[in-house]
Antibody, heavy 120, light 107 residues
């Protein structure tokens, strides 16, 4: 199992960024997926989850209305469109695999993360 | 949101020691509790799910107990690779929330 995030970088407040997660080594459309973020040296915060068929999607209140999670099972990829970015969105963003087809919250595999820095 | 509180925030121990980390939920979460280990510069790794189930490939020195609001992670004999930070996480309801972490350091 391998999860590789990309798309992070330095962006000004109010701007947008799109993260990608490329999956390999497993049947991607058998699993729900999550984005989890971590401010370096700090704790973990769940951001969003998406079921195997994209029918069940949930967000943390802090990103609802600004972030959009999606997936393309044919491309074995998951995405996070982040709009109206704020300084408090600065973090390392992890792509994680859930143990089930619908999100159970159990993240059994994690990527290495992509760093998002929001600053003027 | 369900608040998760871990204790202690940090502890010092030696190789071979038995250690216990505690996690308390602000409301009952039944057995929906997971434990992760995060080594410096690495992503978290799932150790225990559903309070007491050992994730595939995780050594049997890791043990999880508890239900309702009070949970523990026990490492029966610390190994060098276990000096890391441990997080609990509730998967009872969204938002899935994590404890603040317990850093295990070498004495």
């Amino acid at each position: 199992v391998q999860l590789v995030e990309s798309g992070g970088g330095l962006v000004q407040p109010g701007r947008s960024l799109r993260l990608s997660c490329a999956a390999s080594g497993f049947t991607f459309d058998d699993y729900a997926m999550h984005w989890v973020r971590q401010v370096p040296g700090k704790g973990l915060q769940w951001v969003s989850s998406i079921s195997w068929n994209s029918e069940v999607i949930e967000y943390a209140d802090s990103v609802k209305g600004r972030f959009t999670i999606s997936r393309d099972n044919a491309k074995k990829s998951m995405y996070l469109q982040m709009n109206s970015l704020r300084s408090e969105d600065t973090a390392l963003y992890y792509c994680t695999r859930d143990r089930g087809t619908f999100a159970s919250g159990n993240c059994d595999y994690w990527g290495q993360g992509t760093l998002v820095s929001v600053s003027s | 949101d369900i608040q998760m509180t871990q204790s202690p925030p940090s502890l010092s121990a030696s190789v071979g020691d038995r250690i216990t980390i505690t996690c308390r939920a602000s409301q009952s979460i039944s057995g929906y509790l997971n434990w992760y280990r995060q080594k410096p510069g690495q992503a978290p790794k799932l150790l225990i799910y559903a309070a007491s189930s050992l994730q595939n490939g995780v050594p049997s020195r890791f043990m999880g107990r508890g239900s309702g609001t009070d949970f523990t992670l026990i490492i029966s004999s610390l190994q060098p690779e276990d000096f890391a930070t441990y997080f609990c996480q509730q998967s009872y309801s969204t938002p899935y929330t994590f404890g603040q972490g317990t850093k295990v350091e070498i004495k």
